[in-house]
């Protein structure tokens, strides 16, 4: 057999539309979607409110890091943690330390929030903590580990900044966890954790620092 890569978007269209079991409008559609979103972007599909079959294209980013334990997630059937209009930390550090988090899980609480926490690791205790709490219904919350190594990491956890609006809780900047407040939170509209990625929909940044940070990279 002979495969050849697709490069038009009429030949992507056609390939859609045979995996749809023969469906046009399908094919049309995620044509449309590769030719927006270009091919470093995700695309994601979800069950409509409506009857109708629609194309939506939002300011997000996906990483290669799943959940940390399969306790986070809220559909069953398909292994993940989805979270709505959730809020955001960004730690560089490792969080294991229930007394860092205390006080920020208590305002997240009472928020009514979802939290995703992005570190460069969650255990111990603070892990212990968001698992019981997700458990009880307290609130919802996922934790992932941060993408990357090195400067790569720093940088993605920037990226993940600017298109939440909040910020990254680095040592180096004088930030420690314990002192963080409900303000310096990234904010998503959707946030969706499988077992080896995580997708973040809609962040709360600003769309200039979007572009500008866009255009950086």
Do not use: W
Request: contains cysteine; glycine residues 8%.
């Amino acid at each position: 057999q002979v495969s050849r890569q697709v490069s038009t978007r009429r030949e992507k269209e056609q390939v859609a539309t045979i995996s749809a079991h023969n469906d046009p409008l399908i094919g049309e559609l995620v044509g449309e979607a590769m030719e927006k979103v270009g091919d470093e972007g995700v695309i994601t599909v979800e069950e409509s409110k409506t009857t109708e079959t629609v194309l939506e294209v939002v300011e997000g980013m996906q990483f290669d890091r799943g959940f940390l334990s399969p306790y986070f997630v809220t559909d069953a059937e398909k292994m993940e943690a989805v979270l709505e209009e959730a809020v955001v930390l960004i730690v560089e550090k490792k969080i294991a330390s229930l007394n860092d988090l205390i006080k920020l899980l208590e305002a997240v609480a009472k928020s009514g929030s979802p939290l995703l926490a992005i570190a460069e690791e969650v255990e111990g205790e603070a892990l212990a903590t968001l698992i019981v709490n997700q458990i009880r219904g307290t609130f919802k919350n996922c934790a992932v580990k941060a993408p990357g190594f090195g400067d790569r990491r720093k940088a993605m956890l920037q990226d993940i900044a600017v298109l939440t609006g909040g910020q990254v809780i680095s040592e180096d900047l004088g930030l420690k966890l314990e002192n963080v407040t409900m303000a310096q939170l990234g904010r998503a509209k959707r946030v969706v954790v499988d077992k080896d990625n995580t997708t973040i929909i809609g962040g709360g940044g600003d769309a200039k620092a979007i572009k500008s940070r866009v255009e950086q990279i």
